[in-house]
């Protein structure tokens, strides 16, 4: 007998998407207020491991095909690269720089040097909660 799991899968796409998305406002909340990269990924590594609990793990890698320690270094990358840019004017490493920009749809927007590192840190994070939680679930032993 097949083992209906519908509604298994209907409630994890409804919950995923709601935690993906508190994911993304904590990661964009975070250098004003609590939050950032640090939660905004743990947030997102949890949303994505509800997946691999609900579906399995080569319907999902095969959906999510990235490798991980790939994504480790790009994070470090990015983050390292926004705080070599304070070097480059001559201000110690990782100062923030923020100004506010006039755009076209959005209106005034401010843009700070912090986003781009709470993209390296939301991407390390995610990476390496993920590279840890499905090494350890596809051992054998």
């Known amino acids: 007998m097949k083992t209906n799991y519908l ?4 409630i994890t796409r409804i919950v995923t998407f709601i935690i993906l998305s508190f994911s ?9 207020s609590p939050g950032g990269g640090f939660i905004g990924g743990l947030m997102m590594a949890s949303g994505l491991i ?3 609990l609900s579906f399995d793990l080569k319907t999902i890698k095969r959906v999510l095909p990235f490798d991980y320690s790939t994504l480790i270094a790009t994070g470090l ?10 070097l480059l004017f001559g201000d110690p490493f990782l100062t923030q ?13 401010e843009l700070t040097t912090a986003l781009p590192f709470d993209l390296g840190v939301f991407i390390v994070v995610v990476a ?8 350890i679930a596809e051992d054998d032993s």
Do not use: C
């Open 7 to 10: 509604m298994l899968h209907t």
């Open 24 to 32: 993304i406002y904590l990661f964009f909340a975070g250098h004003n």
């Open 50 to 52: 509800l997946l691999y």
């Open 77 to 86: 990358l990015i983050a390292l690269l926004t705080g070599f840019n304070g």
């Open 97 to 109: 720089y923020f100004d506010y920009f006039e755009l076209p749809i959005l209106g005034e927007v």
């Open 128 to 135: 390496i909660t993920l590279l840890i939680i499905l090494t």
